[in-house]
């Protein structure tokens, strides 16, 4: 299977690492990815910054304890210069929002459609909370669905359910239902199985007629049980021990013109019923009128070379939307699911802590500077230790630069130079390769994503720092 994506968290996920030390950076990236959702590749970067200069301090025999300490207080203060560079920002101020999704979205192998894509995520999460008391973001209540065919342009938000399975009986008239009450069953609509394998003699025609009328009654009983509760929309769930449906129950099923939508997934089962307020029915007994969900409009639609089953009209109140991502291939679709996912977590910390910072290598570059200076103001091993951690900053804007095709050294010390002088949202512009005020290109990115990344890696590396020895055993 081949994976194209420059999300530092996938790739280190495929990875198969066997060192201990590199497991614990893997681990380091996932962490970002659940605290942040973004960042997860600087964290890294950082992290293996800090450990090389953990190296030259211990090569002038500074103690790993001292160095761990000092590390710990440098995080500190560097997140405290972090908070004060920040600018506060509101909820309803969509436009820094928007930023935030686009410089995000950016780094990406998706970067072309960030104009469709950042206003989609911006608008998903902001449907789903209520701007007023929110403190954090549910992502489950963001459905993402992929459905190759199409461009990335086709990409939708949907307020309601998509099914990419289609309908399970299809016939002109029922493709489309107004006022839609829609049933979710968990029980199936096919001959009873015993527990045990069982062999059944018929000796005559007559026999054979009556096990085939039994089953035919059996059936159509159960199909006018729907029918009567008012259901004429039936999601049926997945069943592993035998056919959730067979023919003969969709044949009667569109005789009553309810419309089928089998092979729902159990884990899509609470989605499902907070979007349409349903209730999951495992019974056919407990199948009434009140356990029912409601939709404006169920229809099915062509998408790619496939169908889709779309329900909106939803009513508004459960609090969910989908998000419908299309892509002429599979490489391209998983790569703008977890792109989505990234930009969906910046504005997840925006919610969390509202408060936004330059991006462009910014914020690194100020925190080394007035490291640097504070390292100035402490005696003994704190200030080499703090020196150095300063320093070690400095790799993302150097990697930044790299990444640019501009020189390293010249751009870092040029912006260095700029920092010095006052200007603290100075930032490398990659697309004009100069140095120039990175607030007005509108690149920002939230305060959580580097305060989290800095104190991650920092806590990573004193972790490092502590391990003595690797014992081998085998299990």
Do not use: W
């Not at 090569?59 to 001292?66: E, R, S, V």
């Not at 908070?83 to 979205?105: H, I, Q, Y």
């Not at 509108?442 to 104190?455: D, R």
Request: glycine share 6%; net charge neutral.
């Amino acid at each position: 299977e081949v994976t194209v994506t420059n999300d530092g968290a996938t790739i280190l996920k495929q990875m198969k690492v066997l060192h201990p030390a590199a497991s614990m950076l893997v681990e380091l990236s996932k962490a970002q990815d659940v605290e942040a959702g973004d960042g997860t590749t600087s964290v890294v970067v950082i992290a293996g910054s800090l450990l090389s200069a953990c190296q030259k301090l211990l090569d002038k025999g500074i103690h790993p304890t001292t160095i761990s300490d000092s590390f710990q207080r440098a995080a500190c203060k560097a997140v405290e210069i972090l908070t004060s560079m920040a600018v506060p920002l509101e909820l309803s101020d969509r436009e820094s929002m928007l930023k935030s999704a686009t410089t995000s979205l950016n780094s990406k192998v998706v970067s072309q459609n960030s104009h469709t894509l950042a206003p989609m995520a911006v608008d998903a999460v902001m449907r789903v909370i209520d701007p007023a008391t929110a403190t954090n973001v549910d992502l489950r209540d963001i459905k993402v669905i992929q459905k190759i065919g199409g461009t990335l342009d086709d990409t939708e938000l949907i307020d309601g359910l998509v099914f990419t399975q289609g309908l399970a009986h299809r016939t002109s008239a029922n493709t489309r239902q107004e006022k839609a009450k829609i049933g979710l069953i968990q029980f199936q609509i096919s001959p009873p199985k015993t527990q045990m394998d069982n062999n059944i003699v018929v000796s005559d025609y007559t026999q054979m007629d009556r096990v085939l009328r039994e089953e035919k009654e059996y059936i159509l009983n159960i199909c006018k049980k729907i029918k009567k509760a008012g259901c004429n929309v039936l999601l049926i769930q997945k069943s592993i021990l035998r056919d959730a449906i067979n023919d003969l129950a969709l044949h009667f099923l569109s005789k009553l013109k309810i419309m089928v939508i089998t092979n729902v997934e159990r884990e899509d089962i609470g989605f499902i019923s907070k979007t349409i307020g349903c209730r999951p029915v495992a019974t056919l007994d407990h199948f009434t009128p009140e356990s029912l969900g409601h939709a404006d409009l169920v229809e099915e639609v062509t998408a790619g070379d496939g169908r889709l089953v779309k329900v909106t009209g939803t009513g508004g109140l459960a609090k969910t939307v989908t998000l419908l991502v299309r892509g002429s291939n599979k490489m391209v679709v998983g790569e703008a699911d977890r792109s989505l996912h990234d930009a969906l977590c910046v504005i997840r910390c925006l919610v969390k802590k509202r408060a936004l910072i330059a991006g462009g290598g910014a914020p690194e570059i100020e925190m080394s500077l007035r490291l640097m200076e504070h390292a100035n103001q402490l005696t003994g091993m704190d200030s080499y230790c703090v020196r150095a951690y300063a320093e070690a900053l400095e790799v993302i804007p150097l990697t930044l630069a790299e990444n640019a095709g501009l020189n390293p050294i010249a751009v870092v010390t040029e912006l260095r130079n700029k920092h010095a002088q006052g200007a603290k949202t100075a930032g490398i512009n990659v697309k004009k390769g100069k140095i120039t005020d990175i607030l007005e290109e509108n690149v920002v990115q939230p305060l959580l994503v580097s305060t989290s990344a800095i104190m991650l890696a920092t806590e990573t590396v004193r972790s490092i720092m502590k391990i003595d020895d690797i014992v081998t055993v085998q299990r």
